[in-house]
């Protein structure tokens, strides 16, 4: 490889996608064949099986829409392939993914002279793992050898701060896309950029802006010219895309416009009706008030981050737009004079994320040049560098791999470009390796010449001869959007990764079986779920894999209890694998199965939507009954929302598989929220149990705790006391688990406990799930306790505890979970 | 996770820095650790706590690194590292900790509890 690094970013949107390089001092955005930087993500194969990529597929969105396909970014992770009829070929999401990148990568060619072999692909922040998994997919059909993920407001962030000024502070990345809304709180201090939360919609965006208009066209239509055209009405569909194409033509124009007219390529035919052209003249005025509500959305996301990371307004020192629908003024006004923050001018919208992709390239070394013949220089060294680096007095760490026939390095130091600075002689140790600082000119690339010796004080030569560090703004470890963890059979998680753990990470945690698996069962099976959410019951997070333990797969019959060491990663971009150990088969498993959305099946989800209208009504009842005012509020908007799920369910019906999952998801929340409202019901009951956690808990700790565990405590109890003038349920149940455990740490000392917790156990010894065992446990726990012998008397009794039953329900919605 | 370990992992023993070390100290720090560890330098595999030698491996440093970046955390390891005296493990802990007098946490008091 020769001259300057190809790092190279992607942003790959739902609506346009972009590719922009950086060469270790200034981005560029590639522009395609038609001269933009933007590269619309449509997709068409004609007749003869001829694949079009970008505007020219765009073209024929509504002409040809059975063989045209857009969007496809929402449907990634799922199982759904999309058809194109005249070719009678059929495209999974990741396919479709990589025919756009592969336009993309093709675009560097032929800009740059170089066809990328790695590359940084841009995802949303709220993105789950299935999504990230066919993401990554995607660019490897592309034909991208190597490649990294990186959050969009990551990205963004990045681009914004590399070309600022340096200013320390706090300022918020506002991207609202084609279907997507994120919002991040960003934080420099001395070059370090820091994510300190984000938040964000999955399904807000401007598309949303053009249904609004589309809903107003209807309403306009229906008034003037008598007809009546419904988005759910399947003969509708063609007129619905030309007012949908449309509408977004009138709203992109009137981000310059004061006043534009709805034009139509051809007037509307609907079924009944003579076709006619309805020429709706839309203002500005109306359009802000179609889409303020919408705004206000993104607004209380925005407000809801702000809030939880304890950030007032006049600590906000800028707001940095991201995306096409920020280019309205009416929405840049209102965010920036609501939040009360200046907004950074100067960036754009719409490449943004692209460029802050490809400057990450940069900090995590994947240059994306294409290897060259292999020309030896001299010793062949193996080195590590930041690329890009915020320290101004980074090390260089290097290890001679392969001296060749050559003589062998004895020393090394490294000589600045500009002859400002030599570092000190770093000798060689033991493993050949050596390790130098070395200073850097800010804001520049700085080209350290490597100069090795032999022991002679011969000059050597070495491969690669140099290295290059830039210094600017850098950022850490991409942080996970979403907890993960693994479901258990009583509908509990055991968290794995909490929110915010940096990536990449690997934790094992040891399970127990419920139940015996018999070998060579065909039918037997022990599920293990892995779930991705912020909820405590296994239910309402996602199920993001199950790692199965099959009957046809074991080597003998797996007994009841049994031990499973767990272990799951995540990669940085978040891609998960997970291993099982289970010592008592010493047998390893790693399959992971589903790692996809579920479909979202109309029946079903009409179903879950009944119940929860339902459970609404049934709420609101008691609400009135009992007075209970302030729970009315969240019922009310639980109803709004189920009305939007009601819109959605009407469209995934007529087809749209997209209305069909934002339905699934908003019924996951509003259940949460009622969930919610259930437990705020209970305020009073919870207050209760405060007051007995902390005496209970308290007493133990105080009696029978550490030092540190009664400092701990003390912690805990003032954060309880603060989630209890916030009236913050869900952090009150936080933390009072913890004093609970704190507690139950100290009882397990007292020598009183085991000895009542084995006889409580024993009591239900008739339901174990294996008898026998149970039976001849209970009999060691009696001698046990006659020798005095805690410890063991403490062991048999958590074994004991795995063979007592379960709770069905809680596991049949605990995905089936196997394990405790 | 136990005392010892949540003791020993503290990114101040992982990083081999000082409580005082700056923002920018614990970034070169991570750095120069992560660099000799894919190399494969043996002399960066492990590190040293009162209470012996540990192994360093790339996921402590860096979450090391992520703990000390927040601000509000890396207060909670400088607080552990302060308190020089290891903890001791769970079945000989009382002693060690019942030496000298210890402040009666608040929250007790509050509970009307007192030490008996
Ligand atoms: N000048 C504009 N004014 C308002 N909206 C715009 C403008 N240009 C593009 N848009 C809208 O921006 C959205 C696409 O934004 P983009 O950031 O490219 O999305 P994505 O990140 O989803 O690919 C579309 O809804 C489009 O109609
Ligand atoms: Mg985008």
Redesign the pocket.
């Known amino acids: 490889m020769t001259g300057r690094p190809l790092y190279v970013g992607i942003?790959l949107?739902?609506?346009?996608?972009a590719v922009a390089v950086f060469d270790g001092e200034t981005t560029q955005v590639i522009r395609n064949a038609q001269g933009s930087t933007?590269t619309p993500?449509v997709v068409r194969i004609d007749g003869k099986g001829r694949v079009t990529v970008g505007a020219a597929a765009r073209r024929f969105l509504e002409r040809d829409p059975e063989n045209t396909r857009s969007e496809f970014?929402r449907l990634m992770g799922t199982e759904r392939a999309l058809p194109f009829a005249a070719s009678g070929r059929s495209l999974r999401p990741p396919e479709l993914a990589a025919a756009v990148l592969g336009a993309l990568r093709a675009d560097v060619l032929d800009q740059v002279g170089l066809l990328p072999d790695a590359a940084v692909i841009s995802v949303p922040a709220l993105f789950e793992l299935p999504q990230s998994a066919a993401t990554s997919e995607a660019a490897k059909l592309a034909g991208f050898g190597k490649v990294e993920l990186l959050p969009?407001p990551i990205a963004s962030a990045l681009a914004a701060g590399w070309t600022a000024e340096q200013g320390d502070g706090r300022w918020l990345v506002y991207?609202?896309?084609?279907?997507?809304f994120d919002v991040s709180l960003l934080e420099t201090d001395g070059g370090f950029l820091r994510v300190v939360g984000h938040d964000g919609d999955n399904f807000l965006?401007?598309?949303d802006?053009?249904w609004a208009i589309v809903d107003w066209a209807l309403a306009e239509i229906a008034r003037e010219h008598g007809v009546t055209i419904r988005r759910d009405d399947p003969t509708h569909g063609a007129a619905i895309a030309q007012l949908k194409h449309a509408a977004?033509d009138a709203?992109?124009g009137?981000?310059?416009a004061g006043q534009v007219v709805l034009t139509l390529a051809a007037p509307l035919e609907i079924p009944g009706a003579a076709p006619f052209d309805p020429e709706l003249a839309l203002d500005r005025a109306v359009l802000e008030g179609l889409i303020s509500p919408l705004v206000d959305r993104s607004l209380d996301v925005c407000r809801r981050l702000l809030q939880e990371h304890g950030t007032s307004a006049d600590q906000l020192a800028r707001i940095v737009f991201?995306?096409?629908?920020t280019?309205?003024p009416m929405l840049r006004e209102r965010v920036g004079h609501t939040l009360g923050a200046a907004v950074a001018e100067g960036l754009d919208?719409?490449t943004l994320?692209a460029q802050g992709a490809a400057i990450h390239a940069a900090s995590t070394a994947l240059d994306g040049r294409p290897a060259g013949p292999l020309v030896r220089r001299g010793a062949r060294l193996w080195l590590q560098f930041p690329a890009v680096c915020t320290d101004l007095s980074p090390h260089v760490i290097g290890r001679v791999v392969d001296a060749g026939q050559g003589p062998m390095p004895s020393n090394v130091r490294l000589v600045r470009g500009d002859g400002g600075f030599t570092s000190e002689v770093a000798t060689l140790d033991d493993d050949r390796a050596f390790v130098a600082a070395v200073e850097l000119v800010a804001r520049h690339a700085n080209v350290f010449e490597i100069v090795a010796e032999d022991a002679a004080g011969v000059r050597v030569a070495v491969d690669p001869p140099s290295v290059t560090i830039v210094q600017g703004m850098t950022i850490g470890d991409p942080p996970l959007s979403r907890s993960i963890g693994v479901a258990l059979v009583s509908d509990h998680v055991q968290v794995y990764f909490e929110r915010g753990t940096p990536l990449p990470a690997r934790r094992s945690f040891t399970h127990a079986t419920v139940e015996s698996v018999a070998r060579g069962a065909a039918e037997a099976v022990l599920k293990i779920p892995i779930v991705q959410g912020e909820h405590d019951r296994a239910h309402l997070c996602r199920l993001v894999g199950t790692l199965e333990i099959p009957g046809h797969a074991i080597g003998k019959t797996l007994p009841a209890g049994s031990d499973i060491e767990l272990t799951i990663e995540l990669d940085r971009g978040g891609r998960m694998s997970a291993k099982a150990l289970v010592p008592a088969l010493d047998q390893m498993f790693e399959h992971v199965a589903h790692l996809l959305v579920p479909a979202a099946d109309p029946e079903v989800l009409a179903a879950s939507l009944a119940a929860l209208r339902q459970r609404v009504d049934d709420l609101r009842a008691e609400a009135f009954r009992r007075g209970m005012p302030h729970i009315i509020g969240a019922l009310e908007h639980a109803e709004h929302d189920l009305g939007d799920v009601s819109r959605d369910l009407g469209a995934a019906t007529g087809g749209n598989d997209d209305a069909g999952q934002r339905a699934r998801r908003t019924l996951l929340e509003i259940d949460a929220a009622l969930d919610e409202v259930e437990q705020s019901k209970q305020w009073p009951e919870l207050e209760q149990r405060v007051v007995r956690t902390l005496t209970w808990a308290g007493g133990q700790v105080g009696h029978l705790g550490t030092e540190r565990e009664r400092a701990l405590f003390e912690d805990v109890a003032k954060a309880i006391d603060r989630a209890r003038a916030e009236r913050n349920v869900r952090e009150l149940q936080r933390q009072l688990r913890l004093a609970n455990q704190l507690g139950e740490t100290a009882w397990y000392r007292d020598p009183d406990t085991w000895p009542a917790l084995f006889d409580e156990a024993s009591s239900r010894v008739d339901a174990a799930s294996d008898l026998p065992r149970a039976q001849a446990l209970v009999r060691e726990g009696k001698a046990a306790r006659a020798r005095d012998d805690g410890a063991e008397l403490r062991r048999i009794t958590e074994k004991l505890w795995r063979l007592l039953p379960h709770d069905p329900t809680a596991r049949r919605a605990s995905y089936d979970s196997g394990v405790r | 996770m136990s005392a010892v370990d949540r003791w020993g992992d503290n990114p101040f023993f992982v990083l081999d820095l000082p409580v005082t070390a700056t923002r920018a100290e614990v970034e070169r720090a991570g750095q120069k650790w992560l660099g000799m560890l894919e190399v494969g330098m043996s002399r960066a595999a492990i590190y040293t706590t009162p209470l012996g030698v540990r192994a360093r491996t790339p996921e402590l440093v860096r979450a090391a690194m992520a703990e000390l970046r927040d601000p509000e955390r890396r207060i909670g390891h400088e607080l552990w590292h302060l308190e020089h005296e290891p903890p001791s493990t769970l079945d000989a802990e009382d002693d060690a900790d019942a030496e000298g007098p210890e402040p009666e946490p608040a929250a007790l008091r509050i509970l009307g509890w007192s030490r008996p």
Do not use: A, I, Q, Y
């Not at chain 1, 949107?13 to 996608?17: V, W, Y």
């Not at chain 1, 991207?175 to 997507?180: A, E, F, R, V």
């Open positions: 942003d949107g739902t609506t346009n996608s933007l993500s970014k969009e991207d609202l896309g084609g279907g997507t965006g401007g598309r802006f053009d977004e709203k992109v009137l981000s310059r991201v995306g096409g629908p280019v309205t919208p719409m994320v």
